[in-house]
């Protein structure tokens, strides 16, 4: 095969991809730039081909641009998420890797490939400065988050009792905590009572979803950032610094990145961190609480979370029973919901008819607690000047019913993956429902990435 074979196949290939390709050459002359990273970078492509790249990007600093230190110090760049402006000035964010391309010894090219994460970093900026107000308002007018103590974790059944009988003993401590419980069964309500019982009360409380950003972003939010650290890097505090003094929830720590997970650990360890792109390093006094909704066991087994870092953590174990184990508080959460929701929509619902109680008795409750106050609140805001919410009032998703009543397999009318496809399809809907559509929120009573479950609702064109 001819060398302008492989060129053509290279550049057909380079036209197919959806990530951002660049290649320049040994003399820095861009010979390759795909539409996907011209559009990535918001740039036609006849201002760059053929042009020195210091040329068409002259307003990066030569020691910031990872295809400079690819070319010129022979240095990789790997999952670098870098903020820039092109030469329109549009502020651009992408995760990149830059590699140099050796032969016997020479760099001859550099390859960077990027992907848009524009928008994620965007959102990555504001839980920053919305956490960072949240410590020290500016305008003190405004709602105040909600704070939940032990007063709020309601229930009489005797596993559960016992678990916010332990957590009331961690909260005398600073040992860190470890929570286990499915979806929905107020993880966050046990993390925030005991912080808010503890001695570090007076300190802020912080929340970080582990599946919300990917790694080269969850990064940055956590240790915070070094101006210089990489391309458009300015100097922030991350959930660290800011949480100085009080305590981290991280939630869904499972799905943190394997590598990122190993950093966490040894920030653990030392009590210091260092921001990205900093050398140097900042103690910090920071008490962890980490939850997950799938068993630890599994989630070890699997690769999701590593074992060291799970002992580390796993100083004070709580594991929450779901909705389906402790029924017997269900009365008690239905007039504890009437009462909040009464006063929500102005109502003078006083209870649920018998028929209302045993039609909720007879449920799964596969969202807990929280699909249960859905319930209840949905009835709640429809009723007219009814006092008491009958059976058909209190209303249980229908695709749930859907799902419930179809599992029966048969194999001569469809295969395991249709079957499987069908199944899933039928409670991603149950999901979106509960969740008024919001994919995040639908994502994270699911136990998946927001990534995975938009693939997923493609793939079932819901």
């Not at 020290?136 to 007063?151: C, D, G, L």
């Not at 007219?384 to 029966?408: F, W």
């Amino acid at each position: 095969m001819k060398a302008k074979d492989y060129r053509k196949i290279l550049h057909d290939l380079t036209a197919i991809v959806d990530e951002g390709v660049h290649v320049v050459d040994a003399k820095g002359k861009s010979i390759i730039y795909n539409e996907a990273m011209a559009s990535l970078e918001k740039t036609n492509r006849e201002d760059v081909l053929g042009k020195p790249f210091q040329e068409a990007f002259s307003h990066i600093p030569p020691e910031e641009s990872s295809l400079y230190r690819a070319l010129n110090e022979n240095k990789a760049t790997i999952n670098q998420h870098q903020t820039y402006r092109n030469k329109y000035g549009k502020e651009i964010t992408a995760v990149n890797s830059t590699i140099p391309v050796e032969v016997d010894g020479q760099v001859i090219a550099a390859i960077e490939i990027g992907k848009d994460i524009t928008e994620i970093k965007s959102m990555s900026d504001t839980i920053l400065k919305l956490q960072k107000e949240s410590i020290n308002p500016k305008e003190p007018q405004r709602p105040k988050i909600k704070r939940y103590s032990f007063k709020n974790l309601i229930g009489e059944n005797r596993a559960f009792k016992e678990v916010v009988e332990r957590a009331q003993k961690a909260a005398k401590t600073d040992a860190s905590v470890f929570i286990y419980g499915e979806t929905g069964t107020g993880k966050e309500l046990f993390a925030q009572s005991i912080h808010f019982a503890s001695e570090r009360s007076d300190k802020p409380f912080l929340a970080q979803n582990c599946a919300a950003l990917p790694e080269s972003l969850l990064e940055g939010i956590l240790f915070g950032t070094e101006r210089g650290g990489f391309t458009g890097a300015v100097d922030r505090a991350g959930l660290f610094e800011q949480a100085s003094g009080g305590t981290l929830l991280l939630d869904e720590i499972s799905a943190m990145p394997y590598e990122l997970q190993s950093k966490l650990l040894r920030v653990l360890q030392e009590d210091y961190i260092r921001r990205v792109g900093g050398k140097k390093d900042i103690p910090i006094d920071v008490r962890i609480i980490a939850t997950v909704n799938e068993s630890p066991e599994s989630l070890i087994r699997s690769g999701a979370l590593r074992k060291d870092l799970y002992y580390r953590l796993n100083v004070v174990n709580l594991t929450i029973p779901p909705l389906r184990e402790r029924l017997d508080d269900l009365p008690i959460l239905v007039d504890s919901f009437l009462e909040k929701h009464n006063k929500r929509y102005r109502k003078e619902v006083w209870m649920v008819s018998d028929g209302a109680l045993e039609k909720l008795r007879n449920y799964s409750y596969p969202g807990n607690i929280r699909e249960l106050e859905n319930m209840i609140m949905s009835a709640v805001s429809l009723a007219d000047q009814e006092h008491v919410l009958t059976e058909k009032q209190v209303q249980i998703q229908e695709a749930y019913r859907e799902v419930s009543a179809d599992t029966d397999f048969d194999g001569e009318q469809e295969s395991l993956d249709q079957y499987l496809g069908r199944i899933e399809s039928a409670v991603i809907r149950t999901s979106l429902a509960n969740c008024e559509g919001n994919i995040s929120k639908a994502a994270k009573q699911l136990g998946i990435k927001r990534q995975t479950l938009q693939h997923k609702l493609k793939k079932y064109q819901l």
